[in-house]
């Protein structure tokens, strides 16, 4: 069992929706003059889960590293990919990227243009064209010069890992489990960043969805599961599945809560502080 184009899409249409939850509910400002009904929840819980919904951005990854390892290994099924398929493969995969971009990218500036917003964003100085250019191949982020859309920061992060692909199945090839695990905790010990990208951030998923590829983990565990859990009789096995379900939602809601209940200590702190420095 190996994820379909069709469970790739539906895992994209997941973290689209909890991308607008994100960036719908990440602040009161977003929703400032509108009348919002947050029942069950509060509007701070709401906030809290916007922000905990940033998530999106690594499924986006891990699938963007386990399709391109499953396309790898339609050529090569032992992985053994010379240098310059995989060098080959990543310039396609770029350029399919970059197309796609540059093409939204020129009808956002085409439909945009009569507000004016292209030289608010880009001014009238002899570096607009080249702040236009580095705009237009998604690397505005990287390089920190104006952008026309805040959210397309997410390409100079893609453009970088995909341009990184190389690089990784050497890695992984090489070391696998060894890369895996620095990839997932160096970064985090030693305080690691790339400036401008996030790059560090978001490598685990990227690594993780080539492991998975590369390994068969979800044909291994289809396998194991049809083979081990075969004689469990089917309201066991999913009792079994239905808690396993509950302990990650609850220790999810618990976080979020500790989270939630931390910031709320941290607030009423700050205004005891404050009343007791400005005594009525």
């Not at 390994?215 to 291994?220: A, K, V």
């Amino acid at each position: 069992m190996q994820l379909s184009k069709n469970d790739s899409l539906a895992l994209k249409g997941i973290a689209i929706l909890m991308m607008y939850v994100h960036h719908f509910y990440l602040s009161p400002d977003r929703w400032a003059g509108y009348a919002v009904d947050f029942f069950p929840l509060t509007a701070d819980m709401t906030v809290y889960i916007a922000e905990f919904f940033k998530t999106c951005v690594c499924i986006f990854v891990f699938i963007t590293g386990y399709g391109m390892t499953q396309s790898l290994k339609k050529n090569h099924p032992d992985f053994n990919v010379s240098p310059q398929d995989t060098l080959s493969y990543t310039r396609h995969r770029l350029i399919s990227l970059l197309s796609n971009f540059i093409f939204v990218y020129l009808l956002v500036i085409i439909v945009s243009f009569p507000t004016g917003r292209f030289f608010e964003i880009y001014g009238r100085s002899g570096s607009s064209v080249l702040y236009v250019l580095v705009d237009m191949f998604g690397l505005a982020k990287l390089f920190k010069t104006p952008t026309y859309v805040g959210t397309w920061w997410y390409m100079s992060l893609a453009i970088v890992l995909i341009v990184l692909f190389p690089l990784f199945v050497k890695l992984y090839r090489q070391y696998r489990w060894i890369f895996v695990f620095a990839v997932m905790l160096l970064p985090r010990f030693l305080n690691l960043k790339v400036a401008n990208t996030n790059l560090l951030h978001y490598t685990f998923a990227m690594v993780l969805g080539m492991y998975c590829a590369q390994s068969d983990l979800f044909t291994r565990w289809k396998t194991w599961e049809d083979t081990r859990l075969k004689k469990i009789p089917r309201p066991v096995l999913f009792l079994f599945h239905l808690l396993i379900l509950a302990v990650l939602v609850i220790t999810v809601l618990m976080s979020m809560v500790i989270e939630f209940l931390k910031k709320k200590l941290h607030f009423y702190s700050f205004i005891n502080k404050l009343e007791r420095n400005n005594p009525s």
